[in-house]
């Protein structure tokens, strides 16, 4: 049985404790002192002794209340501990004072591909590929920055948390240093956790609002491709949403537990994208980081690479891009050693690549290893059904985000989004309903509330009846906005057009309201 005896403080209380434990003829196994409290182990302890055992306990000045314990503290810390140490997915060593291992985790040894006691018969220096990295950290009183190290020829990111002794009673001061806890992460888990934080959202198609036909013949198409593991390129104008459709994509895809990391080219010069793509070694350049960096390709290993506006990519990089298309390996700056990850390239652009191509401004061959699969993203204009159920999104998003009621738009408010062209296309109307959520104290939105900024309505816009019934506002905008133009534009092609949008929307529009009036 295991017990804890409250016990007021003072010399030798212990030691008369266990007399009286002694006396009765019970062997003891485990003792932990922690004042007040002592915590004794012994099996031959039956319940039936407790009543006795505490009346001669009481004969011992000090002594209070004994308890029965499921397990000794020091025992269910170590329990946790290991049980802890068990479950981390990363590699750890725990190191005393002269750089020797003390205690390893399962990942640890896996990495290492030795036994947990076999580690801890071995100094850092014999398990790290990097010679001086124990001597250093004892120079400097295990008190070293993030480096990349090499275990078993794999590289990881070194993470040192010092062990120190507390100064006198108080524990949050601490001594001198007595050795050294060190968490290894290989590039891959780096990948994921920055993954999981900048898409703590989740990812799916359910996510890419819109119900136009336009938007639900792409949602088909897009499932299709993305169950594909093949290069694909989605193109599309400015601030349609590019990037959500690669997300949605790689989160319905095979790899949809992986990484999705993106890099924006048209951001970076050319040797700053390379170092982000396929990272550097050690000294590689002025400036590089201290034992290395791991690029995208590593940390997304067995995941997906989005290069948003590929056409902005140089040519050195291309051919790079290219290499790595053909067989998955790659070098970082500054190595000679060959890397093979597994990634799936998902690339997008608003350019034309194609006459790109033509101008020698981007690689023929490229463009055919990253145009194997291929999405085209809609303009805004092009599906105006899609309009105010994404405003109201927004609205919502952004009242939540300013902390006010969720605000609604009027007639002539709604009749303003729909008319307006979007240049900038959803990105666009996520800055004016911002803008209006955020300028504006009413609860109902007016055109008036909306600041287009340097966009502006492009569309001839006509006005309407106010009404606040919704169908009936925007039909008979639409009717007003066709039947006022229809006589300079008199063709569903010429109308389209005008009004930048496509064909087949404009005729269904005219039929619907029956434009131009049969005679």
């Known amino acids: 049985m295991r017990i804890n005896i409250q016990f007021k403080d003072r010399v030798g209380i212990a030691h008369e404790i266990l007399a009286v434990l002694a006396r009765r003829g019970l062997n003891v196994v485990a003792v932990e002192v922690d004042p ?32 029965v314990l499921d397990v000794l503290p020091g025992i269910r810390r170590r329990l946790n501990l290991d049980t ?22 399962a990942a640890a040894a896996s990495a290492t591909r030795l036994s947990e006691a076999a580690l801890c018969q071995q100094s850092l220096n014999q398990v790290l590929d990097d010679a001086g990295i124990q001597e250093e950290l004892i120079s400097c009183a295990f008190r070293l920055p993030s480096r990349e190290v090499s275990l078993n020829g794999e590289p ?12 006198g009673m108080d524990l949050a001061q601490h001594g001198r240093s007595v050795g050294a806890v060190l968490t290894f992460h290989a590039p891959t888990r780096i990948g994921g956790r920055l993954h999981a934080l900048q898409h703590s959202e989740g990812s799916g198609f359910h996510f890419i609002i819109g119900e136009s036909e336009q938007i639900r013949a792409l949602k088909t198409r897009a499932a299709r491709v993305a169950v594909v593991d093949a290069p694909l390129l989605i193109t599309g104008e400015t601030g349609t949403g590019k990037e959500l459709l690669a997300q949605a994509c790689h989160g319905v ?51 997906t690479v989005f290069l948003d506006e590929i056409g902005e990519m140089s040519l050195y990089l291309q051919a790079k891009l ?50 194997v699969l291929h999405l085209e993203m809609p303009a805004l204009r092009e599906r105006p059904d899609d309009i105010l159920p994404l405003a109201r999104h927004f609205i919502e998003r952004a009242c939540t985000q300013a902390q006010k009621p969720v605000c ?37 939105l007016d055109a008036a509330d909306l600041d287009w900024a340097e966009g502006s309505i492009t569309a001839d816009v006509v006005k309407t009846d106010a009404t606040e019934n919704w169908d009936l506002s925007i039909s008979a905008f639409e009717r007003n906005l066709l039947e006022t133009l229809y006589p300079q534009y008199p063709s569903s092609r010429k ?25």
């Open 36 to 67: 007040p409290h002592i915590y004794i182990d012994s099996p031959e302890l039956l319940e039936f002794m407790l009543p006795s055992l505490q009346a001669d306990c009481q004969s011992v000045r000090g002594v209070g209340e004994i308890k």
């Open 84 to 105: 802890m140490m068990a479950v981390m997915e990363d590699p750890v060593l725990a190191i005393d004072a002269s750089g020797h291992i003390v205690i390893a985790n």
């Open 156 to 167: 990881y990111f070194m993470d040192v948390t010092p062990v120190s002794e507390p100064q």
């Open 253 to 303: 895809s095979g790899r949809s537990n992986a990484p999705f990391l993106e890099l924006n080219c048209a951001a970076l010069p050319e040797s700053l994208a390379e170092s982000e793509l396929f990272g550097y070694m050690s000294g590689a350049f002025t400036g590089a980081q201290r034992g290395g960096k791991p690029g995208l390709f590593e940390m997304a290993d067995g995941g």
């Open 322 to 371: 290219l290499r790595f298309l053909n067989d998955g390996k790659f070098r970082r700056i500054g190595s000679d050693k060959e890397v093979k990850v597994d990634v799936r390239i998902v690339s997008a652009t608003h350019r034309n690549l194609r006459k790109m191509v033509q101008e020698g401004s981007f690689r023929e061959d490229l463009f055919y290893r990253l145009n």
């Open 408 to 444: 609604r738009l009027n007639a002539a408010a709604c009749a303003a989004l729909v008319s307006n062209h979007w240049p900038g296309n959803v990105r666009q109307l996520q800055n004016v309903v911002f803008r209006a959520i955020t300028m504006s104290d009413q609860r109902v």
């Open 495 to 519: 109308l389209a057009a005008r009004l930048d949008t496509s064909h087949s929307m404009i005729a269904t529009k005219l039929r619907k309201y029956g434009i131009p009036q049969k005679r």
